[in-house]
T-cell receptor, first 112, second 117 residues
């Protein structure tokens, strides 16, 4: 079964780094995703990592994957006020269909 | 521009009425999804469709219905049987209906906020 857990709230000062954590349960997941949701909007795909990778860097974003512990993290360098949002991690779910299981989201508030 | 559109952005409904939420995509994606989002609960899957004229129930399908007559359209009807319909509804699509390769990623519309009066 799939179950994705995230902590709920993080505040960070502008310019600092922020780290959001996520744990997942389905060891067969091949891709894991990070989404960003700004207030009143849909989800925007930020980045993804393939399960045979440990790390992926994409500009200010660094994704770390510890497959042994089923732990995923997203680090945002030089956090900006525009990074204030809810961040969701998601894992792929297979059982003959194509689904994503989402965590409950982590709200990040950037303090100027 | 390619993308997913949802309409309306805000919708008000009286108790006992059915209401239909629109979702259209011009990305030529095979799969489409409907989610419900409540504060502090993340996203919950209502229905999904991997191909035209076929759809499956998600985790909270009771009180909802869908159709997939065209590849680009996946409307959601919230029926009077849905006991607590006030929520933010998100539609998504993905390129591939199945498989283990990249293509499982989902792209979301802007959402519809439904309020029952």
């Amino acid at each position: 079964g799939e179950d994705v857990e995230q902590s709920l709230f993080l505040s960070v000062r502008e310019g600092d780094s922020s780290v959001i954590n996520c744990t997942y349960t389905d060891s067969s997941s091949t891709y894991l995703y990070w989404y960003k949701q700004e207030p009143g909007a849909g989800l925007q795909l930020l980045t993804y990592i393939f399960s045979n990778m440990d790390m992926k860097q994409d500009q200010r974003l660094t994704v770390l994957l510890n497959k042994k512990d089923k732990h995923l993290s997203l680090r945002i360098a030089d956090t900006q006020t525009g990074d204030s949002a809810i961040y969701f991690c998601a894992e792929t779910v297979y059982y003959g269909n194509n689904r994503l299981a989402f965590g409950k989201g982590n709200q990040v508030v950037v303090i100027p | 521009d390619g993308g997913i559109t949802q309409s309306p952005k805000y919708l008000f409904r009286k108790e006992g009425q059915n209401v239909t939420l629109s979702c259209e995509q011009n990305l030529n994606h095979d799969a489409m999804y409907w989610y419900r989002q409540d504060p502090g609960q993340g996203l919950r899957l209502i229905y999904y469709s991997q191909i035209v004229n076929d759809f499956q129930k998600g985790d909270i399908a009771e009180g909802y219905s869908v159709s997939r007559e065209k590849k680009e359209s996946f409307p959601l009807t919230v029926t009077s049987a849905q006991k607590n319909p006030t929520a933010f509804y998100l539609c998504a699509s993905s390129p591939k209906p199945t498989g283990t390769g990249l293509g499982n990623e989902q792209f979301f519309g802007p959402g519809t906020r439904l309020t029952v009066l």
